[in-house]
T-cell receptor, first 114, second 112 residues
Framework: GAGVSQTPSNKVTEKGKYVELRCDPI?????LYWYRQSLGQGPEFLIY????????DSGLPNDRFFAVRPEGSVSTLKIQRTERGDSAVYLC????????????FGEGSRLTVL | GDSVTQMEGPVTLSEEAFLTINCTYT??????LFWYVQYPGEGLQLLLK?????DKGSNKGFEATYRKETTSFHLEKGSVQVSDSAVYFC???????????FGAGTRLFVKA
């Protein structure tokens, strides 16, 4: 079946603009995660959804970042008033119930803030 | 807090050489340990895992043993191929938890 799909694959925006990044997880996976990966670093946890609710959003860096998963499938990561420091690859992963740590990643959305 | 430390790369080897990538961790309790791999132009994918002390995870000729006494999970392969060139990430997750902590990654180059 299809893997985790992320769009756009690349996004270039100007400082101060609003950005949305979309993730379509593997069908049937109840858990969905957003991570951020800066150059030369490992993925850094942002937020975790179990179903429709955000079970843990402790990794979101500040209140400019917000994510939703209204129907328990597709998720959108929203970044307001983007800053140059937000430039990174944003990774989405999903996981089937009961398989803690076994993450299926998308190819990521590369965000560049000019 | 929990953390994962990997050896710095890049690691450059000739084909058929022996590979070791060191990984140590700091965590409370007994986490599950993972190695993920990212091939050029692709997303991260799970390579192998171990869920308790002395477990050995293996896949595609790679192995890693969960060593609680040394808090380590070193990745090994007896004979690398050019196609193994990638970035390798060590990671941990607490059993029943959901937050996976990743190391910084180690880039491997294998020359023909």
């Amino acid at each position: 079946g299809a893997g985790v799909s992320q769009t756009p694959s690349n996004k270039v925006t100007e400082k101060g603009k609003y950005v949305e990044l979309r993730c379509d997880p593997i069908s049937g996976h109840t858990a969905l995660y957003w991570y951020r990966q800066s150059l030369g670093q490992g993925p850094e946890f942002l937020i975790y959804f179990q179903g429709t609710g955000a079970a843990d959003d402790s990794g979101l860096p500040n209140d400019r970042f917000f994510a939703v998963r209204p129907e328990g499938s597709v998720s959108t990561l929203k970044i307001q008033r983007t800053e140059r420091g937000d430039s990174a690859v944003y990774l989405c992963a999903s996981s089937p119930l009961g398989r803690t740590g076994e993450l299926f990643f998308g190819e990521g959305s590369r965000l560049t803030v000019l | 807090g929990d953390s994962v430390t990997q050896m710095e790369g890049p690691v450059t080897l000739s084909e058929e050489a022996f590979l070791t990538i060191n990984c140590t961790y700091t965590a409370t309790g007994y986490p599950s340990l993972f190695w993920y791999v990212q091939y050029p132009g692709e997303g991260l994918q799970l390579l192998l895992k171990a869920t308790k002390a002395d477990d050995k995870g293996s896949n595609k000729g790679f192995e890693a043993t969960y060593r609680k006494e040394t808090t380590s999970f070193h990745l090994e392969k007896g004979s690398v191929q050019v196609s193994d060139s990638a970035v390798y990430f060590c990671a941990l997750t607490h059993t029943g938890g959901f937050k996976t902590i990743f190391g910084a990654g180690t880039r491997l180059f294998v020359k023909a």
